[in-house]
């Protein structure tokens, strides 16, 4: 079994993988960590640097847990491509980051987190960052 993380370089990215890492140490399982950028974008603001994946790795490392990075493209719906993702590698957890949004920017935008928690079929920890 192995628990799935969704990563951007934020914040909340980062406490989602901090939470994941001490998930998968607990339960003694492998930590599959994805970026998914849209398809064709020329610049994508979630698509993870270098330095960004350094500081991931390193976190992991210190951890002494195992684990893979899963790089994504997806065309029109970054919750169904996530999904997928949890389903094919059969996962145990999925662990989210939520961020703050307004209730306008809710009902205008939708959020990936909320049908994620919605529509998945096993387990999700959803982490929000630390204020400050």
């Given at each position: 079994?192995?628990?799935?993380?969704?990563y951007?370089?934020?914040?909340?990215g980062?406490?989602?993988?901090?939470?994941?890492?001490?998930?998968?140490?607990?339960?003694?399982e492998?930590?599959?960590?994805?970026?998914s950028?849209?398809?064709?974008?020329?610049?994508?603001?979630?698509?993870?640097?270098?330095?960004?994946?350094?500081?991931?790795?390193?976190?992991?490392?210190?951890?002494?847990?195992?684990?893979?990075?899963?790089e994504?493209?997806?065309?029109?719906?970054?919750?169904?491509?996530?999904l997928?993702?949890?389903?094919?590698?059969?996962?145990?957890?999925?662990?989210?980051?939520?961020?703050?949004?307004?209730?306008?920017?809710?009902f205008?935008?939708?959020?990936?987190?909320?049908?994620i928690?919605l529509?998945?079929?096993?387990?999700?920890?959803?982490?929000?960052?630390?204020e400050?």
């Amino acid at each position: 079994m192995s628990i799935i993380v969704g990563y951007v370089p934020t914040a909340v990215g980062k406490a989602a993988v901090d939470a994941a890492i001490a998930e998968a140490r607990i339960r003694s399982e492998e930590l599959l960590i994805v970026n998914s950028s849209r398809e064709g974008a020329l610049v994508d603001k979630n698509t993870a640097s270098t330095d960004d994946w350094a500081e991931v790795h390193a976190a992991v490392a210190k951890a002494g847990i195992s684990s893979r990075i899963i790089e994504s493209t997806y065309r029109d719906d970054l919750t169904e491509e996530f999904l997928r993702l949890a389903q094919e590698h059969e996962v145990s957890l999925i662990v989210i980051g939520l961020r703050h949004r307004t209730q306008v920017g809710k009902f205008i935008m939708g959020s990936h987190a909320q049908r994620i928690l919605l529509q998945a079929d096993r387990p999700v920890l959803a982490v929000k960052a630390a204020e400050g």
